[in-house]
């Protein structure tokens, strides 16, 4: 780390912050996709106004970190928002986990740390992210789906984000897949999202958890003992360790993520889809599942090459190296 700060010159360094469900990760990044510093703090998710004082809180602790390495201030803060993001790229039109409704983001968080704001969505970002510095370097298209608290799209066609006409392009957590399924946070019914993220796994952990607590009992020990009292972490924690019940819960959320994602191959025919978000850290334990119903349900999959299913290569950090590097667009 003391080498890329010793190469990190003026006007190179910016700020991406990612705004998720449950945490605000801000990380300070050079030119090379290095985060050199970090901070965070939990969202509060129903409350949009703390929102963007964590925000600034978290900006500012990076100025901070900035100033104390000796570094040129940064230039322009991006920020990855869990929601629908206009096309002027400073106003998050509503989001289905977050307390935002014609939410001004942009401005208020501009005029609160004094430097140049863009927003983006968060799973933009993070596509941008591992198309410029992860799994998706040397793609021309690929799609970057994020498993979270919700499911998020980004889309790289020809070298470029894809953003659609109104900024609101890759929404793929709100493709119904369950006709009259489960409700989702966007008031509609039966949403991929409700099937195959992260609060899905969580939700499918519990309820067998529930239905089959004597082969539970190394997830349950995890927590306090009930099913109501298992985090999402546990659950990646107990699969490892080879819980039953929690693998179970990886295999049915694996096998609906992937099924999806044939669903978006049909549409979009990309070289490589690039998983993220939390849940992708438990890694094999979603991938093998995901890849396996990918294949099975991909349209013509004998007749044509067939994309790659990788972990983002930037994990978690993807939305907010992805997002500090489009805010280099406001530093031009
Ligand atoms: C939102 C998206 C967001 C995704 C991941 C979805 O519920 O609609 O805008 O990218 O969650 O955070």
Redesign the pocket.
């Known amino acids: 780390m003391t080498g890329t700060l010793l190469k990190a010159g003026p006007m190179t360094v910016t700020i991406g912050v990612d705004i998720?469900?449950t945490k605000i990760a801000g990380g300070l990044v050079d030119l090379d996709g290095m985060v050199l510093a970090r901070a965070r703090r939990d969202t509060p998710a129903r409350s949009s106004d703390g929102i963007v004082v964590a925000i600034i809180e978290v900006v500012g602790d990076l100025i901070v970190a900035a100033r104390e390495a000796g570094l040129t201030a940064p230039a322009a803060v991006g920020l990855g928002?869990?929601?629908?993001?206009d096309e002027t790229r400073s106003i998050v039109r509503?989001?289905?986990?977050v307390d935002w409704l014609e939410e001004p983001l942009g401005p208020q968080v501009a005029a609160g740390c004094g430097l140049p704001v863009v927003v983006e969505?968060?799973?933009?970002a993070a596509a941008w992210g591992e198309f410029r510095y992860g799994a998706g370097r040397g793609a021309h298209t690929a799609v970057c789906v994020?498993v979270?608290?919700?499911?998020?799209?980004g889309i790289i066609h020809q070298d470029r984000l894809v953003r659609g006409s109104y900024g609101m392009a890759?929404?793929f957590?709100?493709v119904v897949r369950v006709p009259e399924g489960r409700l989702c946070?966007?008031g509609k019914r039966g949403c991929w999202?409700q099937y195959a993220?992260g609060n899905a796994l969580l939700r499918v952990a519990r309820e067998l958890a529930a239905e089959r607590r004597s082969e539970a009992g190394i997830l349950l020990a995890l927590g306090d003992g009930t099913p109501e009292g298992v985090t999402g972490q546990q659950v990646t924690v107990a699969a490892r360790e080879g819980d039953p019940v929690a693998l179970d819960a990886f295999a049915l959320i694996g096998d609906n993520l992937g099924s999806g994602l044939a669903d978006v191959a049909a549409l979009l025919d990309p070289e490589v889809f690039v998983i993220g978000?939390g849940v992708s850290e438990a890694g094999d334990l979603l991938l093998i599942p995901a890849r396996a119903a990918f294949e099975a349900n991909l349209v013509a999959r004998d007749h044509r090459p067939i994309a790659r299913v990788v972990s983002a290569e930037l994990g978690n950090d993807a939305g907010l190296v992805g997002a500090a590097d489009l805010a280099r667009d406001l530093t031009a």
């Open positions: 998720g469900g928002a869990a929601g629908l993001v509503f989001a289905p986990n969505n968060d799973a933009n994020t979270g608290t919700g499911i998020g799209g890759g929404e957590g709100h946070g966007c999202e993220s978000g």
